[in-house]
């Protein structure tokens, strides 16, 4: 990497900048691609027709710790 392009990579990095306005990316939970869905079941993030289908067969135990990973508190009753 050329010094010039380390310079442009590093201005956009500023320990004073105030926060981002852009919403933040939704993530799918399964596969770490973007997640435009969301299983209404579940609050799971999933990003097509395939991870849904291995959504559904997931037990609460392990859809409760994907939660968890995200922070996303959510009960399944």
Do not use: W
């Amino acid at each position: 990497m050329s010094s010039t392009a380390l310079e442009i990579s590093c201005k956009n990095v500023n320990i004073e900048s105030p926060p981002s306005m852009l919403p933040s990316m939704k993530i799918c939970d399964i596969t770490g691609f973007e997640a435009p869905y969301s299983d209404p079941r579940t609050s799971l993030r999933y990003a097509n027709t395939e991870v849904f289908k291995h959504i559904r067969l997931i037990p609460n135990e392990i859809v409760q710790r994907y939660l968890a990973l995200r922070n996303a508190q959510v009960v399944l009753k």
